[in-house]
């Protein structure tokens, strides 16, 4: 029996030996024929959008719903089903699909937009213009050609969020883009992780973008287990996931606001990490295994993809755990003279607070202080060894970590 590691993996993947037999159905790209405890949801977006079909303009619709909840999946699946019946007709239909989150800036985002329009980089250059200039030559782009479009924003919230009064002001151009084409049409289609989205939006967008709204509740433990059981008929071979670590993943995925993305994450994981292991079957420790690596992780992912700046909040954070808004902003301003950064205003900074306060990483109690009102105090809620060891190897921060 060869004992060295490297050639007994290797061994095993020359022989074929896999417990997987299809990769693809384990990622969260994957789109299966039949999208399951979503019939009603299908339903609604389904007639929603019929009016294209008919040569008219459908209404904006704002889709609501936790992560995981098979929003993106729904609307995929209707927009490809679309696509396959406008091929045959002679009415210019576009359906455009971008995400907030691919793109760092706004101005990144309108161009994904203007490509899938097919406007060239001769046509709109990569970067240089004004936002304003972007968006009235995607407006000449679509009355040129007279497309009736339909476009999603996935993870709108996002874009609202990152992009404060820009962005909002861009929904608004969005919702209201009708209004200034003479011929053909946009549907605005925005998928938001936010019930409370709308509650920051400006009333004018409010009133224009949720003509319609469908909303995607969360799935219960039994629910999840039928959408893993479909994964994995699809994914493994027979008989390879135990029922105890099926009813886990369920469970563990439940507990996190019903979120099936997670539930076939785990599986996946922890379907490698049996792999790996070279064992016959998926157990319960390898579920477990598997959601304490996907929790450092994720945690690892999201720290790294902050700006500076809110890196330094972060670490002021660690710093002075426990402590007021201003009390935090003081240990910032310290940081930003220790790596000659200038610092935000206060304001900003308590703003860029709240946004990695909904991320998570960070958490906000509001502390009654008597005679001297309330205040806000912010703890990190994951490990400072965890921020230390993904911070410490970038060269900005490595003197102050």
Same mark, same amino acid.
């Given at each position: 029996m060869n004992d060295d590691p490297v050639d007994r993996l290797l061994d095993a993947a020359e022989s074929g030996k896999s417990i997987i037999k299809d990769r693809k159905v384990l990622h969260f790209t994957y789109l299966p024929d039949v999208i399951l405890h979503r019939k009603d949801e299908q339903e609604k977006l389904t007639q929603s959008l019929l009016p294209i079909l008919k040569q008219s +303009?459908?209404?904006?619709?704002?889709?609501?719903g936790k992560p995981g909840t098979g929003? !993106?999946? #729904? #609307?995929?699946?209707?927009?490809?089903k679309i696509q396959q019946r406008v091929e045959k007709s002679n009415f210019p239909i576009k359906l455009i699909y971008t995400n907030s989150k691919d793109e760092t800036t706004l101005y990144g985002l309108l161009v994904s937009i203007g490509r899938q329009l097919g406007l060239e980089k001769e046509d709109l250059p990569p970067?240089? @213009?004004? !936002?304003?200039? *972007? %968006?009235? +030559?995607?407006?000449?782009?679509?009355? !040129?050609?007279?497309?009736?479009?339909?476009? *999603?924003?996935?993870?709108?919230?996002?874009? &609202?969020?990152?992009v404060s009064k820009t962005g909002k002001d861009i929904l608004y151009q969005l919702t209201r883009a009708n209004e200034r084409l003479k011929k053909g049409s946009m549907t605005l289609v925005g998928i938001s992780n936010d019930l409370t989205f709308k509650d920051r939006l400006d009333g004018r967008v409010i009133s224009s973008l949720g003509e319609e709204e469908i909303v995607f509740t969360n799935y219960d433990v039994n629910q999840l287990k039928e959408i893993l059981l479909d994964r994995i008929k699809e994914a493994f071979l027979d008989d /390879? #996931?135990?029922?105890?670590?099926?009813?886990?993943?369920?469970?563990?995925?439940?507990?996190?606001?019903?979120?099936?993305r997670r539930a076939i994450d785990l599986l996946r994981v922890a379907g490698e990490i049996?792999?790996?292991?070279?064992?016959?079957?998926v157990r319960e420790e390898h579920v477990r295994i598997a959601s304490q690596k996907m929790e450092e992780d994720k945690e690892v992912t999201a720290l790294k993809s902050y700006p500076l700046h809110e890196k330094?909040?972060?670490?002021?954070?660690?710093?002075?755990?426990? @402590?007021? !808004?201003?009390?935090? %902003?003081? &240990?910032?301003? =310290?940081?930003?003279? &220790?790596? +000659?950064?200038?610092?935000?205003?206060?304001?900003? /900074?308590?703003?860029?607070?709240?946004?990695?306060?909904? =991320?998570?990483?960070?958490?906000g109690k509001i502390v009654h202080q008597g005679i001297h009102g309330r205040t806000k105090k912010f703890t990190l809620t994951i490990s400072a060894e965890t921020v230390k060891d993904t911070f410490k190897n970038e060269v900005t921060l490595e003197d102050i970590i």
């Open positions: +303009r459908p209404s904006n619709i704002l889709i609501y929003k !993106t999946l #729904v #609307v995929k699946k209707i927009l490809t970067t240089g @213009l004004a !936002t304003s200039e *972007v %968006f009235k +030559r995607l407006l000449k782009s679509i009355e !040129t050609n007279q497309y009736n479009i339909i476009l *999603v924003i996935d993870e709108i919230d996002y874009l &609202a969020h990152l /390879v #996931v135990e029922t105890s670590a099926l009813n886990l993943c369920a469970a563990m995925a439940g507990r996190e606001h019903g979120d099936a049996a792999e790996r292991q070279q064992s016959e079957t330094l909040l972060i670490i002021a954070v660690m710093k002075a755990s426990g @402590l007021s !808004t201003g009390e935090i %902003f003081s &240990a910032y301003k =310290s940081l930003c003279k &220790a790596i +000659r950064q200038k610092e935000l205003t206060q304001r900003r /900074v308590t703003q860029m607070l709240g946004e990695i306060e909904m =991320s998570g990483i960070i958490s």
